[in-house]
């Protein structure tokens, strides 16, 4: 199955940038959607973007359109850039990838595969 690991977390103050990566490892060649989730403790999942790998269209929550960007960088590495971050924004990110089309409205569901997630915080 396919393997996934996210890497790029660390600590900013209001306003920084953080750069996370996703790379995959065996049979990534599968995967048709890449996501990146979100998750604060006591919450649901959030579903922040995906892309997909053919054609690479893109798609954005409204909370995070125009300041995240979600790109693939080659056959196994994905990015998500961060920028004006904001405390809201703090959060484990996990990247997560599928076999199949990516589905809207973004379900975290629809994703079989996920990587351990790596933490983002945001301080004021």
């Known amino acids: 199955q396919v393997q996934l690991e996210e890497s790029g977390g660390g600590s900013v103050q209001a306003g920084g940038s953080l750069r996370l990566s996703c790379v995959a490892s065996?049979?990534?060649?599968?995967?048709?959607?890449l996501g990146w989730f979100r998750q604060v403790p006591g919450t649901e999942r959030e579903g922040v973007a995906v892309?997909?790998?053919?054609?690479?269209?893109t798609y954005y929550a409204d909370s995070v359109k125009g300041r995240f960007t979600i790109s693939q960088y080659n056959a196994n590495t994905w990015y998500l850039q961060m920028n004006s971050l904001k405390p809201e924004d703090t959060a484990m990110y996990y990247c997560?990838?599928?076999?199949?089309?990516?589905?809207?409205?973004?379900?975290?569901?629809?994703?079989?595969?996920w990587g351990q997630g790596t933490q983002v915080t945001v301080s004021s």
């Open positions: 997560a990838a599928d076999p199949r089309l990516c589905a809207l409205p973004l379900n975290s569901a629809d994703f079989s595969y």
């Open positions: 892309i997909h790998t053919i054609g690479g269209s």
């Open positions: 065996r049979y990534f060649y599968l995967v048709k959607c």
